[in-house]
């Protein structure tokens, strides 16, 4: 049995998980770093998984009944993300890794979102559309990498529902808060509508349902309600392309933004209008996580593919189709 430990930290969240070949999940624990104001500051919330590291790392051990004699290999987000924090998080891997001579393993953070989607579903090749504060892409495995099908084309959707709602004095993180309001809201309230091909920009949304709420005309309820409808419809039409467009019989849903009801039924009418399984990944698994870079660790260490310390610089801009897929068939 090998046994890896996985540590996240490309954003706002520090988070350490054990993991084995089986896909046994030992211990997953994070704590997340939540700004006073404004978005993230990356020095901010790489001050914070410097602060939190050996904590949460102790902690995971701790839940596992482990300890690291017991540990086989030790992964880390290699990227993308923010300098700061991935330039954090991979210094305490590779202490680990040097002081316990543990092999090292650099994980690509959108593939590892993907990996844990389809060992939690069972789904063998899904369409997924991976949703969250730092990511919004379509993607589909084809010939040694996860193909980008579509993607935003300037900011994220979880960005676009915090700016929000950190605009209108709702709350960090913005998405929980806004899928409650949206339930209360009846008026639609037309907002820009824009997917290019496969691809859609954000933008242009966020600066007229900001205009809307500081014209003071609209209750907070119907504009969250607008916001999140229209760019979920969005978010759905790319993704129904692609589905068509790869004829994929499974669509996985991950990212932090996976957890809304809405986008979820949403994509699940799709799902059955092609004949296609549906699954979404678990909260505690769909957003940044420890676990599921130990188990893209797995993967790719029981492939041989092994990142020597010497070369284990971050790559804050390592898109999710430049990173190759060695463990998978076509």
């Not at 709350?171 to 409650?180: F, T």
């Not at 759905?236 to 849903?253: C, D, G, P, S, W």
Request: overall charge negative; charged content about 20%; proline content about 4%.
């Amino acid at each position: 049995m090998t046994i890896c430990l996985g540590i996240e930290g490309t954003a706002h969240t520090f988070g350490v998980g054990i993991v084995d070949d089986e896909g046994t999940i030992y211990s997953n624990e994070k704590h997340m770093y939540i700004p006073e104001s404004g978005g993230i500051h990356p020095r901010e919330a790489a001050q914070h998984h410097s602060e939190y590291a050996h904590i949460i790392l102790r902690k995971a051990l701790d839940t596992s009944k482990l300890t690291m004699d017991d540990i086989d290999v030790v992964a880390f987000s290699r990227g993308p993300g923010l300098g700061p924090c991935l330039r954090v998080t991979a210094t305490v891997a590779r202490v680990l890794a040097l002081k316990y001579n543990k092999p090292l393993i650099g994980v690509n953070h959108c593939v590892a979102h993907i990996e844990i989607g389809r060992l939690i579903s069972g789904f063998i090749d899904p369409l997924t559309l991976y949703v969250s504060g730092g990511n919004t892409i379509v993607s589909a495995y084809v010939n040694k990498r996860y193909r980008v099908f579509g993607e935003t084309l300037d900011i994220p959707i979880g960005n676009l529902l915090d700016v929000f709602a950190r605009e209108a004095g709702l709350g960090n993180p913005g998405g929980p808060i806004i899928e409650k309001l949206a339930m209360r809201g009846n008026q639609y309230i037309p907002l820009p509508y824009t997917v290019k091909g496969s691809d859609l920009s954000f933008s242009g949304l966020l600066t007229a349902v900001l205009t809307r709420l500081r014209e003071g005309k609209y209750k907070i309820e119907d504009l969250a309600y607008s916001l999140q409808e229209t760019a979920f419809a969005m978010l759905t039409e790319v993704t129904e392309r692609a589905l068509a467009h790869t004829m994929k019989k499974e669509l996985l849903l991950t990212g932090g933004v996976a957890a809304n009801k809405r986008l979820q039924e949403m994509l699940r009418s799709v799902a059955n209008e092609h004949d296609a399984k549906f699954a979404v990944v678990p909260i505690k698994l769909a957003g940044d996580n420890g676990a599921m870079i130990a188990w893209t660790g797995i993967l790719h260490y029981l492939h041989n593919d092994i990142l020597p310390v010497e070369q284990s610089v971050v790559l804050p801009k390592w898109r999710l189709d430049e990173a190759e897929i060695v463990w998978r068939d076509e």
